[in-house]
């Protein structure tokens, strides 16, 4: 099976609790607290999803199923649908990046707000510890979900923070002031979140990153700063 259709399968699991089932809740019958959060999450009420899974998290730090809900809370605050992209195709021939596949799932203008919610949603992920979020770990059911969904959030954070400082002009061209407001540290941080989605070893996403990063390395410039910023103004 596809690594694709393997996380679209962990994903449909984990999100909804098995795809198009009815919530066993009878009327009238109070819902428990992880059934409360479940239904914010699968209402797209993202703000009470993420207030809900967050205090479940605190109350049971070692209820590592919950860190790929709460993830997955937090990446919708952030406007990312993680099921439609996961359809999407990643990797491919070379020729589309990986920030402009991935970046039409994401807002085109995001917020700081969406930012750092997207950035939230790959720390959960990285809270879990390094055997609940190994793809080759079939013990545990969702662990290989895990991995696959930080492939995703790492990749979503970085090409987020990468559209604050890409942004086209009324006149259709390249903002280059905007990107040339970036600085050593913002560069630093957009590819080491792509360094480590490559360092994962898997295929999709992390193919993709490696391809930005080589692409990134080819560009003239002295820095990696200004190499990145070479490869995006282009």
């Known amino acids: 099976m596809k690594s694709i259709q393997i996380f679209m399968l962990a994903s449909c699991l984990l999100l909804l609790q098995g795809c198009g089932t009815e919530s066993q809740a009878k009327?009238?019958?109070?819902?428990?607290?992880?059934?409360?959060?479940?239904?914010?999450?699968?209402?797209?009420?993202?703000?009470?999803?993420?207030?809900?899974?967050?205090?479940?998290?605190?109350?049971?730090?070692?209820?590592?199923?919950r860190y790929t809900l709460l993830a997955a809370a937090y990446a919708g605050a952030a406007g990312f649908d993680l099921i439609k992209a996961a359809q999407g195709s990643f990797g491919g021939d070379g020729q589309?990046?990986?920030?402009?596949?991935?970046?039409g799932f994401l807002p085109q203008d995001?917020?700081?707000?969406?930012?750092?919610?997207?950035?939230?949603?790959?720390?959960?992920?990285?809270a879990l510890p390094a055997e609940h979020r190994d793809k080759s770990n079939t013990a545990?059911?969702?662990?290989?979900?895990?991995s696959l969904q930080l492939d995703f959030y790492q990749a979503a954070y970085a090409?987020?923070?990468?559209?604050?400082?890409?942004?086209?002009?009324?006149?259709?061209?390249?903002?280059?002031?905007?990107?040339?407001?970036?600085?050593?540290a913002d560069a630093e941080n957009i590819l080491e979140n792509?360094?480590?989605?490559?360092?994962?070893?898997?295929?999709?996403?992390?193919?993709?990153?490696?391809q930005v990063l080589a692409k990134v390395e080819a560009q003239e410039g002295t820095t990696r700063r200004e190499k990145l910023i070479q490869y995006l103004g282009r």
């Open 159 to 184: 090409i987020l923070y990468i559209k604050q400082f890409r942004a086209v002009a009324a006149d259709g061209t390249l903002d280059r002031s905007r990107l040339e407001s970036m600085s050593e």
């Open 110 to 126: 995001p917020s700081l707000e969406q930012i750092e919610a997207m950035r939230l949603a790959k720390e959960a992920i990285l």
């Open 96 to 103: 589309t990046s990986l920030i402009d596949q991935l970046g």
């Open 27 to 65: 009327p009238y019958v109070s819902l428990s607290a992880d059934e409360e959060a479940r239904q914010a999450l699968e209402a797209e009420d993202y703000a009470s999803a993420v207030k809900r899974y967050e205090a479940l998290v605190r109350a049971e730090p070692t209820r590592y199923d």
């Open 194 to 210: 792509f360094e480590q989605i490559a360092a994962s070893g898997g295929s999709g996403v992390a193919v993709g990153a490696n």
């Open 140 to 146: 545990i059911s969702y662990a290989s979900g895990a």
